[in-house]
């Protein structure tokens, strides 16, 4: 898998390299919503993006994840983030998280254009056996989006994380496997065609 920062270009959305140019309209893009306050997301505090971008690039930087800034072709705004991270060479796996998305680009079809673009990478660039997403417990919103993509469920990492607050997180995990892309990528398209999604 080669981590060189690169552009993913959709019909409604791309995807670019994050970078510090970024910082203004992250911090906007978190504010639609105030999106913070959700306790089980991972989305920046007005106060923290200068933070959160920092650990971003740092974790790209140390090749394991590539992060990305998702601009909506339309309005040309920033609307949110997604990366991919726990990066496996040896093993030919990948995760997509630490994704959100601004208030008002939620529910408008900007998840799964963004998913799609991700995984078709994943799969038929990378050629990845498996790609994943993992989610808080308490993020049944996360869990309904990633099992509308065609995900399926592995299980639950018990006491899997201690928070930043001190909560510890259950995790909840899924994947897609390489023979099961085909048939989630067709579904994906025909969401989009039939749903607008």
Not at 18 to 31: C, G, Q
Request: aromatic content about 10%; proline content about 4%.
């Amino acid at each position: 898998m080669d981590l060189k920062p690169i552009y993913l270009q959709g019909q409604h959305i791309s995807l670019e390299p994050l970078n510090e140019s970024h910082l203004d309209d992250i911090r906007a893009a978190a504010a639609d919503g105030e999106l913070w306050k959700l306790f089980f997301t991972s989305v920046p505090r007005p106060d923290q993006v200068s933070q959160w971008l920092a650990t971003a690039l740092e974790m790209q930087q140390q090749q394991r994840a590539l992060p990305f800034a998702v601009r909506d072709n339309q309005s040309g705004k920033i609307i949110g983030s997604t990366r991919y991270c726990n990066i496996e060479h040896t093993h030919q796996r990948v995760e997509i998280g630490y994704t959100w998305y601004a208030r008002s680009a939620q529910r408008s079809g900007v998840n799964t254009e963004c998913k799609h673009l991700l995984l078709r990478h994943a799969f038929e660039v990378w050629q990845c056996i498996a790609v994943e997403f993992r989610t808080d417990w308490f993020n049944r919103r996360s869990q309904a989006a990633i099992e509308r993509l065609g995900a399926k469920r592995d299980g639950v990492l018990r006491n899997h994380m201690i928070l930043p607050d001190g909560r510890i997180r259950d995790t909840v995990v899924y994947s897609i496997l390489r023979n099961e892309w085909p048939g989630v990528s067709q579904n994906l398209q025909y969401m989009r065609q039939q749903y607008g999604e």
